[in-house]
């Protein structure tokens, strides 16, 4: 049997929670150290979970011999940094999105998993939804073209709360953290670079201060066209919901559903060994550190998205 890759998870919210489900699924995964916040908070997940270790520092993890890689699931504000952390000290990492939420941080990131040989890595889901896994191999096979992505981002999200309706100590952001899923998954479908970006926001909130609905157009180099709505302002429906249209038909993508435009189920149960985003997204983590190789969703790869936010910044800024 492969020796286990030992991992340890920092930030115990909503979404460490979804890692934490998913890690228990594969095989050759020892959970090794949790870190958050709530010191007592940790202590019950981790009982939960079976994990020896706990602490409030990402430090404590990283200082650790039976830490092989490291998953982050803190702050957007923090994940640059302390993916840098990881990887000086010489763990892999996967960080979750967004990358960064400044671009010369990212690129930072990335000089850095060069430099260490390390497996570094970005929670870029979209790319390991069986959903969008079943149009992207109707694109390699040369059988759909992308003509354009409709893409809906709607939350109802006036107060500052995660997604277990606890509060946040820190505050969101449609631009970084909620576009860069469709900007980086556009380009990666259509397997060209994004060569436009526009958009336009709405009003700032007054208390938040950030704003609360976006609108984002892109062009691809191929020519494909997409367009991004995003709100925070939104009382429901909620979630992301991707209208691809092609040359061979539409499909709309509601996370691991696929649909045709005439709303009939696509079975997408065999396209991979899960139906579960997230535990695909960590088992090609683990395969890429076990196999030595770059993953997809590496943060070389995702940079171009994170370039492109810049950019539309910029915009919005001016």
């Known amino acids: ?46 009982a939960r979970y079976g994990i020896g270790h706990v602490g409030t520092e990402l430090d404590d993890a990283l200082a650790r011999d039976d830490v092989d890689a490291v ?41 850095a998993q060069r430099e260490s040989g390390r497996v570094a890595m970005c929670g870029h889901t979209r790319r390991f939804n069986p959903s ?28 500052n709360m995660n997604a277990l309706g606890q ?30 970006a526009n958009a336009l926001q709405g009003p700032i909130h007054p208390t938040l201060g950030i704003a609360m609905d976006m609108s984002i157009q892109l062009q691809a180099a191929n020519g494909a066209i997409c367009t991004l709505s995003l709100s925070f302002n939104n009382d429901g429906p909620l979630g992301t919901f991707f209208r691809y249209i092609g040359d061979a038909g539409t499909y709309i993508a509601r996370y691991d559903d696929l649909f045709t435009g005439k709303d009939e189920k696509i079975d997408v149960s065999g396209v991979d060994v899960s139906m579960n985003g997230i535990e695909l997204q960590d088992l090609e983590f683990v395969a890429a550190i076990r196999e030595g190789r770059e993953p997809n969703a590496s943060v070389a790869q995702v940079l171009p998205c994170y370039q492109v936010l810049h950019q539309l910044e910029q915009q919005l800024l001016a």
Request: glycine share 6%; net charge positive; aromatic share 6%.
């Open 167 to 196: 509060p946040r100590s820190w505050t969101d952001h449609l631009l970084w953290h909620h576009a860069a899923h469709t900007v980086d998954l556009f380009a990666y479908q259509c397997g060209s670079p994004i060569v436009k």
């Open 1 to 46: 049997m492969n020796t286990p890759i030992r991992i340890a998870l920092a930030g115990a919210g909503a979404f460490g929670i979804k890692h934490l489900d998913a890690l228990k699924q594969i095989d050759g995964v020892q959970l090794t150290s949790l870190i958050s916040r709530d010191l007592d908070k940790t202590r019950e997940v981790a």
């Open 71 to 111: 998953i982050l699931c803190t702050p957007t504000q923090m994940h640059a940094s302390q993916a840098l952390a990881c990887l000086q000290a010489g763990k892999h990492v996967q960080v979750e999105i967004p990358l960064c939420d400044v671009l010369r941080d990212g690129e930072a990131v990335v000089r």
């Open 132 to 159: 969008h896994q079943w149009v992207k191999r109707r694109i390699v096979a040369g059988e759909f073209h992308i003509q354009q992505m409709d893409v809906q981002t709607y939350f109802f999200r006036r107060t």
